[in-house]
C-alpha cells in the first residue's frame, strides 16, 4: 500500500453515489481490480467499502429515486472539529447542506457546497481515517476542482480550510491553484470558466490512475463506459474524462 499522510484540508475519501451498486461494483472491479465489503452496520445503511490491495479506496451508497441528483463522485475533505469547520463555511462564502452529523464511531460528515455551487464533503475521522490506499494504479491519484468562479473559490478554500495554495497557468492556459507544488500536490482548483455552460454550477472531479491511459479507456469502454473526453496530454500526462455506466463522471491518469 502506498504510504502518505492526509493533513486537515486534505481530500481524504471520495465515494459514489449510484442508480445501480450491483452494476458500479462490477465495472470499477473489472476496471481496477476492486473487491468489496459491507461497511459498519450502525453506520450507513447499504454504505459498500472498496479495497484495492487490501486497502481502502472508495465508498459506494445507493442513489435513491426520490433524490433528485445525478449519479456521481463525492470529494471529502478532512476536518478536524467538523462542527466549527461547518459553522464557518457561510462566513467564507459557501453553504451547508447536510450535517455536520455522527456517522458512528467511523467519524462524522458534513456536505458544504463552495461559492461556485460545487459540492464537497467533510469528514472527520474516527475509526475510519479515509484512504488506505493514495496515489497508485487503481486508486485515487488527483482530486481538482472545475470552478465556475475561480477568485471566489480560491479565497473559499484558502479561508475556510486553511489552504495555503500556489498559483499558476495550466498547459491550457487555464488559471489553476495547487493545494502542494508539482507533484506533490493534493487538490487543485481550475478556472473553468470559459467552458462550463452559462449558469452551471462548479464541480469536483476525481481522477484515478492507471498504467496505461489509452488501454484503460478502452476497457472502460468495452465495459460500458462513454468517453466524455478522449485520452491527451494535460500537463501532468496522459487522461481522460469518462461516465461510469450509470453516468457518474470521472477521470483516469497515466501514472509514470
Not at 484512504?131 to 468562479?149: I, M, N, T, Y
Amino acid at each position: 500500500m502506498s504510504s502518505f499522510s492526509i493533513a486537515p484540508g486534505d481530500p481524504c475519501w471520495i465515494d459514489l453515489v449510484t442508480a445501480d451498486p450491483q452494476r458500479s461494483k462490477e465495472f470499477y472491479a473489472a476496471l481496477f481490480g476492486w473487491s468489496y465489503d459491507g461497511w459498519d452496520e450502525q453506520a450507513v445503511d447499504g454504505y459498500i467499502m472498496a479495497f484495492k490491495d487490501g486497502g481502502t479506496v472508495a465508498g459506494m451508497v445507493e442513489n435513491g429515486g426520490g433524490s433528485g441528483y445525478p449519479d456521481s463522485w463525492t470529494t471529502y475533505l478532512r476536518a478536524d472539529g467538523i462542527a466549527a469547520v461547518a459553522a464557518a463555511v457561510p462566513g467564507h462564502g459557501g453553504r451547508v447542506l447536510i450535517g455536520p452529523m455522527v456517522v458512528s464511531a467511523q467519524g462524522s460528515m458534513a456536505l458544504v457546497a463552495d461559492p461556485s455551487g460545487a459540492t464537497v464533503g467533510l469528514w472527520q475521522p474516527g475509526l475510519h481515517p479515509g484512504f488506505g490506499v493514495h496515489g497508485l494504479p487503481g486508486s485515487a491519484v488527483r482530486h481538482q476542482l472545475l470552478a465556475s468562479d475561480y477568485d471566489a473559490s480560491v479565497a473559499f478554500y484558502n479561508n475556510a480550510f486553511g489552504w495555503e495554495t500556489q498559483a499558476g497557468n495550466g498547459p491550457d492556459g487555464q488559471r489553476r491553484a495547487t493545494l502542494g507544488a508539482g507533484p506533490h500536490a493534493t487538490a487543485a482548483i481550475i478556472d473553468a470558466s470559459a467552458d462550463l455552460p452559462a449558469q452551471a454550477p462548479g464541480h469536483w472531479q476525481v481522477a484515478f490512475g492507471v498504467d496505461d491511459a489509452d488501454a484503460a479507456a478502452a476497457a472502460a469502454a468495452a465495459l460500458g463506459a462513454r468517453v466524455l473526453s478522449p485520452v491527451g496530454e494535460d500537463g501532468h500526462g496522459r487522461s481522460a474524462t469518462l461516465a461510469d455506466p450509470t453516468g457518474a463522471v470521472f477521470q483516469i491518469a497515466q501514472l509514470p
